[in-house]
């Protein structure tokens, strides 16, 4: 254990030069270097992270968002090494929650001692983890961004990356909070399918599912919604109620998300959360009218935590309802829905019910 706790973790787009920076910091450290244009995610659980990137332009800032977000914990330090202008990079540096900053020219007697001090205060330098949450969020909306975009099947490792950043999230913060800065998202289906992402994860941690499951219900979240992606964003982003024409096309969208990934690396599981979450036990739901045993658990999960995500989620027309008031409705849906996951749900809704984050 105190071997994990000594681990510094460094983000390079250079690992050569992050070679160099291992050496420099002595033998005795513990180092993971991670490429920042590299495939594999950064581990999470290191006792200090080092960012060494020559250029922050857009497309490393978004890179080193998305790594520090997967492997910064709440108590961690991160120092961030600028090359170049040193105001511009301390700019960067500090909106990405940069515990400290210094040149990457820094003699290296100095860049060891900033060092053993970071280790010695922790994170107790760093800003509050609101500021986290706002950017643990931004990184899931940029990798959600990605996912919602593709034209076929999206790439399985983005959507794993995006189901560990929303489990991540949840584990750290209150789902309340997390609902209130996914809330403030321009998207509605970005908002939407952050919210649910967030809900199956809370919902996940309240049933005790272990990691995997979690995982596997937080990614179902995430697609679920994935045929929106083909229906027009006129439609899809109207300031107004639907027409009933309207309302036709738009609920095409399972039966188009099921077509997206039919030939994609997707599971049989999660082609049917895509496909039947608009189904209800009494078979009353679309598109197939499936009812009670033919709907898998999981899609039980997902159907609860997006009808609740909509009802509670503001729209032009349509002001968010008070959770308590949301649960209310899901209770009243009665045998549409599994009775014991609602009951199991209750703890979720409440936790969600805090009127001062209402605006946040
Ligand atoms: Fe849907
Ligand atoms: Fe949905």
Request: hydrophobic letters at 45%; one cysteine or more.
């Amino acid at each position: 254990m105190s071997q994990v706790s000594r681990r510094t973790l460094i983000l390079t787009d250079d690992m050569d030069r992050g070679e160099r920076l291992v050496r420099n910091l002595g033998a005795d450290e513990t180092v993971q270097l991670h490429d920042l244009y590299g495939d594999d995610a950064p581990l999470a659980g290191a006792a200090l992270i080092i960012s060494d990137v020559s250029a922050l332009t857009s497309e490393s800032v978004r890179r080193l968002r998305h790594a520090l977000a997967i492997a910064r914990g709440p108590d961690t330090p991160f120092l961030a090494l600028i090359h170049g202008s040193l105001d511009r990079g301390e700019i960067q540096a500090t909106a990405l929650g940069a515990t400290r900053v210094l040149p990457a020219s820094a003699a290296n007697a100095q860049l060891l001692n900033v060092v053993a001090g970071l280790r010695k205060e922790g994170g107790a330098a760093r800003p509050p983890i609101r500021g986290d949450l706002h950017n643990q969020a931004a990184a899931a909306r940029e990798v959600f961004a990605t996912i919602f975009r593709a034209d076929g099947p999206p790439n399985v490792a983005t959507l794993e990356s995006g189901a560990t950043l929303v489990n991540q999230a949840i584990r750290e913060t209150k789902i309340r909070d997390w609902l209130a800065v996914v809330a403030s998202f321009d998207d509605n289906t970005h908002r939407h399918c952050l919210s649910v992402g967030g809900l199956a994860a809370d919902f996940a941690r309240t049933l005790g599912l272990n990691e995997t499951d979690s995982r596997y219900l937080v990614k179902g979240a995430l697609l679920h919604d994935i045929g929106k992606a083909k229906i027009a964003r006129a439609i899809l982003n109207k300031p107004a109620p639907l027409t009933p024409e309207e309302r036709r096309e738009m609920d095409r969208h399972p039966v188009i998300g099921h077509a997206m990934l039919i030939n994609g690396n997707y599971d049989p599981l999660t082609l049917a959360v895509v496909r039947s979450h608009h189904e209800y036990l009494d078979g009353s739901g679309y598109p197939d009218g499936l009812r009670g045993q033919e709907i898998p658990d999981l899609v039980r999960l997902i159907t609860i935590s997006d009808i609740f995500a909509a009802l509670i989620e503001a729209r032009p027309y349509k002001a968010p309802k008070p959770a308590r008031e949301a649960y209310a409705i899901l209770k009243a849906m009665g045998p549409k829905l599994d009775g014991d996951l609602v009951r199991a749900f209750a703890a979720v809704a409440s936790a969600c019910d805090m009127p001062r984050h209402a605006t946040a």
